[in-house]
T-cell receptor
Framework: DAKTTQPPSMDCAEGRAANLPCNHSTISGNEYVYWYRQIHSQGPQYIIHGLKNNETNEMASLIITEDRKSSTLILPHATLRDTAVYYCIASPPVYQLIWGAGTKLIIKP | GAVVSQHPSWVICKSGTSVKIECRSLDFQATTMFWYRQFPKQSLMLMATSNEGSKATYEQGVEKDKFLINHASLTLSTLTVTSAHPEDSSFYIC???????????FGDGTRLSIL
């Protein structure tokens, strides 16, 4: 079973920041938090990952709480092309990923 | 960035046919690749872990004689669906672990339809 819980769906207005929450209350000390997204009928796309510190790249920011029991993925300026299912996964770095149901994010014009 | 190429992207076959799907890491060597299956409106389900030069490790409930995996080189893993039947119709996705990072990089998937 997946070790993370996410809301099944969310809406966000185009141009606004999309904040996607994830709970991983049983995360172990050696497990990273990964975020991937899957646009319809495509393979998953890596977004970002982190261990303890907040991370930022060209796609998104990842905010991890100090106790590491939850995190938030932030897409700073959502576009229609960001409509996808977003998966939050907690896993050791060389282990297979266990996929939950994810959050279906719909960006509205 | 790292790229994983999966081929073919879609295939339609008659029942009883065997189908081979290729997964290539284009700009890095992957000692470990993963094969997933995804049914409509469901999440990815891991089928097997493919290790270069050794036998694949299959998840519980996945028939190893049905889904043959070969990882003969550091850049290529193949999944062969033997004697495919309509219930094998699905979206098959491979990924490769980038040894320089904790990430996996995914192919674009193969949509398999068995008539």
């Amino acid at each position: 079973d997946a070790k993370t819980t996410q809301p099944p769906s969310m809406d966000c207005a185009e141009g606004r920041a999309a904040n996607l929450p994830c709970n991983h209350s049983t995360i172990s000390g050696n497990e990273y938090v990964y975020w991937y997204r899957q646009i319809h009928s495509q393979g998953p796309q890596y977004i970002i990952h982190g261990l303890k510190n907040n991370e930022t790249n060209e796609m998104a920011s990842l905010i991890i709480t100090e106790d590491r029991k939850s995190s938030t993925l932030i897409l700073p300026h959502a576009t229609l092309r960001d409509t996808a299912v977003y998966y939050c996964i907690a896993s050791p770095p060389v282990y297979q990923l266990i996929w939950g149901a994810g959050t279906k994010l719909i960006i509205k014009p | 960035g790292a790229v994983v190429s999966q081929h073919p992207s879609w295939v339609i076959c008659k029942s009883g046919t065997s189908v081979k799907i290729e997964c290539r890491s284009l700009d890095f060597q992957a000692t470990t690749m993963f094969w997933y299956r995804q049914f409509p409106k469901q999440s990815l389900m891991l089928m097997a872990t493919s290790n270069e030069g050794s036998k694949a490790t299959y998840e519980q409930g996945v028939e190893k004689d049905k889904f043959l995996i070969n990882h003969a080189s550091l850049t290529l893993s193949t999944l062969t669906v033997t004697s495919a039947h309509p219930e094998d119709s699905s979206f098959y996705i491979c990924s490769a672990r980038d040894p320089g990072t904790p990430n996996q990089h995914f192919g674009d998937g193969t949509r398999l339809s068995i008539l």
